[in-house]
Nanobody, 124 residues
Framework: QVQLVESGGGLVQAGGSLRLSCAASGRTFSSYARGWFRQAPGKEREFVAAISWSGGSTYYADSVKGRFTISRDNAKNTVYLQMNSLKPEDTAVYYC?????????????????WGQGTQVTVSS
């Protein structure tokens, strides 16, 4: 059974940092592009960051560029999202996802596998 499991969410003050992890099991995702999305209450799920299978290409939403960093460790089948300088508007449930194929995509409907999400709350 394929599973993506996020961890690392929590409550943090504005200006603080969190590191999210997404561990994959059930198959090897080393050849899959990976991404992070988020969904705030009452809003649609939106793209945050994505990384190619090799880690050589990364993409970020404008709202997080310069503050968030996506990375991956294929030996551990894990992708990370380092979030710095957090703002209250970053508050959301964060989801990791994987897409068959190694090319990066920002399109939600192109991802094949999803985690259950982890809550990130940034207080002002």
């Amino acid at each position: 059974q394929v599973q993506l499991v996020e961890s690392g969410g929590g409550l943090v003050q504005a200006g603080g940092s969190l590191r999210l992890s997404c561990a994959a099991s059930g198959r090897t995702f080393s050849s899959y592009a990976r991404g992070w999305f988020r969904q705030a209450p009452g809003k649609e799920r939106e793209f945050v960051a994505a990384i190619s299978w090799s880690g050589g290409s990364t993409y970020y939403a404008d709202s997080v560029k310069g503050r968030f960093t996506i990375s991956r460790d294929n030996a551990k089948n894990t992708v990370y999202l380092q979030m710095n300088s957090l703002k209250p508007e970053d508050t959301a449930v964060y989801y990791c996802a994987a897409v068959t194929g190694g090319m990066v995509t920002t399109r939600l409907n192109e991802y094949d596998y999803w985690g259950q999400g982890t809550q990130v709350t940034v207080s002002s």
